[in-house]
């Protein structure tokens, strides 16, 4: 089985989860920093260069101002925590998004996470924070009006990686949510009823499987 050059995954459903046992909201998203480890291991088994996924949506700053500010404190926490581990696994984790809206202690996390864990990388982690499709592709837009360029895909916060071969999205939804709205052309796309904190090693792989048995046709003929 060929693995899938890069995945994305849209994490939801933390906040059922915790509903589900009673617990705060934040709990759910707690847990769901352990599925992205158990995930990310995966992937590195598998053999695939990019894994990417949605982390914190531009519309996610709606939520409670409780919400908003654990969920920023989880992902200053878990960047920290998490280099030595990524640098051992030659992973290289990017942060892309609407950046400017975070707090600068983060952002400058962000920097030095980026530029710590480049070098001698052999797969490459995307976390999307306050990121939109929309957005992406209006600042794109603006940017490539400014410079007179020919093509958007250089302007994109997504600029030479390449597109998805495969999205998930867990908890049962099945819609974009405003995520990857230019690059996900031709992406294949997986929907699990498993709430994000219960998706591991096991259900990737066999969202994976799943994948293995699409046929990708891009507009042609077979
Ligand atoms: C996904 O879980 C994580 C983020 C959007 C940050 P949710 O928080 O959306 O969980 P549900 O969908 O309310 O269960
Ligand atoms: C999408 O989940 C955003 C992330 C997973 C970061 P949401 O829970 O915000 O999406 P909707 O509101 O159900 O569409
Ligand atoms: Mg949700």
């Not at 969920?71 to 030595?84: D, G, T, V, Y």
């Not at 892309?96 to 983060?106: A, I, K, T, V």
């Not at 958007?152 to 998930?168: F, N, Q, R, S």
Request: hydrophobic share 40%.
């Amino acid at each position: 089985m060929k693995a899938p050059r890069h995945v994305t995954i849209i994490m939801d459903g933390n906040g059922r989860w915790a509903r589900q046992k009673g617990k705060d909201r934040l709990f759910g998203h707690a847990e769901g920093v352990e599925s992205i480890r158990s995930v990310l291991r995966a992937a590195h088994d598998a053999g695939v260069e990019y894994l990417s996924f949605y982390a914190f949506s531009e519309e996610n700053w709606g939520r409670p101002e409780g919400e908003v500010a654990g969920l920023m404190e989880l992902m200053l926490r878990s960047l920290k925590s998490e280099e030595a581990e990524l640098k051992a696994n030659k992973v290289h984790l990017r942060i892309l998004g609407n950046l400017g809206r975070l707090s600068p202690e983060l952002q400058e996390a962000v920097k030095v996470m980026d530029e710590n864990t480049a070098p001698g990388a052999e797969m490459t982690m995307i976390l999307f924070i306050s990121y939109s499709g929309r957005w992406d592709i209006a600042q794109a837009a603006r940017r490539m009006a400014e410079e007179g360029g020919e093509s958007i895909e250089p302007y994109l916060v997504t600029a030479g990686v390449p597109d998805p071969d495969l999205l998930i999205r867990t908890s049962g939804e099945q819609r974009v949510s405003n995520y990857l709205l230019w690059q996900l052309a031709y992406t294949e796309f997986v929907f699990t009823p498993v709430l994000w904190p219960d998706f591991r090693r096991e259900q990737f792989f066999e969202a994976l499987e799943e994948y293995s048995s699409r046929e990708r046709r891009f507009g042609k003929v077979k």
